[in-house]
């Protein structure tokens, strides 16, 4: 570009490459079109790709320090471990940070299942290894999958895991909070369990898991109350209720559902059937279907609102008071 000249025209934006042009379309018939036209002909994305960046962005922003989201159900079988892993890979494949999901079922948990089995280690012997000074010396204790989501399993023997308590829970965290940004905890089924205290008193958000049923509308908002009455307020009302279609079939009126929902919770999602969760076995993200796949950025997405409100004001002042 010649330089510009006393008297002489002004530079155009294009020549300063100030213009802002449509970014490439990445799938179907638009990219077709702007690829056959050599570029000349750029129609643009198309609405869902650019649902699917604004999802991505909200994914991605930047969280302050470490975020533990605890993840629970009143009952078994509702999908809880399968909604911890889906959104364990969600964070993991489009985050660039690490992503655990530490198994903290007293009861014989099955997250370990739902990943590679890279290790046989336990949350025990992480709890019994007293060299973990480096994020090497962590990672034998975690299988890392596709997504790279790693997988912290529960102790295998029922004996012994009966006996994980509130205090192995918070050793525990002490230190993956030294080496991971987001930390994904699998509850056991019900709230009494002594683990349950740690877990609640150390979390940053709370995901209520049901199933496609009224009656499990009741149990969330027992749940809740439950919550509320013991002193966890915060969680409450930024607590997201998650619907997982586990069978196929299964539907749900999302309206009739959310407003048997008294307590203000923050939002009620869906998972819809997907025959690759359905299987039982290591998850894929890849695998999953694009409405699955969407879901699960969904509840991602809205998790990372709060990552910019996790700093230390009111709610972890409440949040600190349960630690002590």
Same mark, same amino acid.
């Given at each position: 570009?010649?330089?510009?000249?006393?008297?002489?025209?002004?530079?155009?934006?294009?020549?300063?490459?100030?213009?802002?042009?449509?970014?490439?379309?990445?799938?179907?018939?638009?990219?077709?079109?702007?690829?056959?036209?050599?570029?000349?002909?750029?129609?643009?994305?198309?609405?869902?790709?650019?649902?699917?960046?604004?999802?991505?962005?909200?994914?991605?922003?930047?969280?302050?320090?470490?975020? /533990?989201?605890?993840?629970?159900?009143?009952?078994?079988?509702?999908?809880?471990?399968?909604?911890?892993?889906?959104?364990?890979?969600?964070? *993991?494949?489009?985050?660039?940070?690490?992503?655990?999901?530490?198994?903290?079922?007293?009861?014989?948990?099955?997250?370990?299942?739902?990943?590679?089995?890279?290790?046989?280690?336990?949350?025990?012997?992480?709890?019994?290894?007293?060299?973990?000074?480096?994020?090497?010396?962590?990672?034998?204790?975690? /299988?890392? *999958?596709?997504?790279?989501?790693?997988?912290?399993?529960?102790?295998?023997?029922?004996?012994?895991?009966?006996?994980?308590?509130?205090?192995?829970?918070?050793?525990?965290?002490?230190?993956?909070?030294?080496?991971?940004?987001?930390?994904?905890?699998?509850?056991?089924?019900?709230?009494v369990h002594s683990?349950?205290?740690?877990?609640?008193?150390?979390?940053?958000?709370?995901?209520?898991?049901?199933?496609?049923?009224?009656?499990?509308?009741?149990?969330?908002?027992?749940?809740?109350?439950?919550?509320?009455?013991?002193?966890?307020?915060?969680?409450? /009302?930024?607590?997201?209720?998650?619907?997982?279609?586990?069978?196929?079939?299964?539907?749900?009126?999302?309206?009739?559902?959310a407003s048997s929902?008294?307590?203000?919770?923050?939002?009620?999602?869906?998972?819809?059937?997907?025959?690759?969760?359905?299987?039982?076995?290591?998850?894929?993200?890849?695998?999953? /279907?694009?409405?699955?796949?969407?879901?699960?950025?969904?509840?991602?997405?809205?998790?990372?609102?709060?990552?910019?409100?996790?700093?230390?004001? *009111?709610?972890?002042?409440?949040? *600190?008071?349960?630690?002590?």
């Amino acid at each position: 570009m010649a330089a510009w000249e006393p008297g002489g025209s002004l530079p155009t934006n294009d020549e300063l490459g100030l213009v802002r042009r449509r970014p490439a379309p990445q799938h179907g018939w638009r990219k077709l079109i702007q690829r056959a036209s050599l570029g000349t002909i750029n129609p643009g994305e198309s609405q869902r790709d650019i649902s699917r960046k604004t999802l991505t962005d909200r994914v991605k922003q930047p969280v302050r320090g470490d975020y /533990s989201v605890a993840v629970l159900s009143m009952k078994g079988g509702v999908g809880k471990t399968t909604v911890t892993v889906g959104l364990g890979a969600t964070f *993991a494949s489009l985050r660039g940070d690490r992503v655990i999901a530490f198994d903290a079922n007293p009861d014989f948990g099955t997250l370990g299942q739902r990943g590679p089995a890279e290790t046989r280690s336990t949350v025990r012997d992480l709890l019994l290894d007293n060299n973990v000074s480096r994020y090497s010396d962590i990672r034998r204790h975690t /299988s890392q *999958a596709s997504s790279r989501l790693e997988i912290l399993a529960s102790e295998r023997d029922p004996a012994v895991s009966d006996r994980f308590s509130e205090v192995d829970y918070r050793g525990a965290l002490g230190i993956l909070r030294r080496f991971y940004n987001i930390i994904l905890t699998d509850c056991g089924t019900g709230l009494v369990h002594s683990t349950m205290a740690g877990i609640l008193g150390e979390a940053d958000a709370l995901v209520i898991v049901a199933a496609p049923a009224m009656d499990a509308a009741r149990s969330g908002l027992a749940t809740l109350d439950w919550l509320h009455y013991h002193g966890y307020t915060r969680l409450v /009302s930024e607590a997201i209720i998650v619907v997982d279609c586990a069978r196929p079939g299964a539907r749900l009126d999302f309206d009739q559902f959310a407003s048997s929902v008294h307590s203000p919770v923050h939002a009620v999602l869906g998972i819809p059937f997907d025959r690759h969760l359905a299987e039982g076995s290591e998850v894929s993200f890849d695998l999953l /279907s694009g409405k699955t796949r969407q879901a699960f950025m969904e509840l991602a997405a809205t998790i990372s609102d709060g990552f910019g409100t996790a700093g230390f004001g *009111a709610d972890e002042l409440g949040k *600190a008071g349960h630690r002590a």
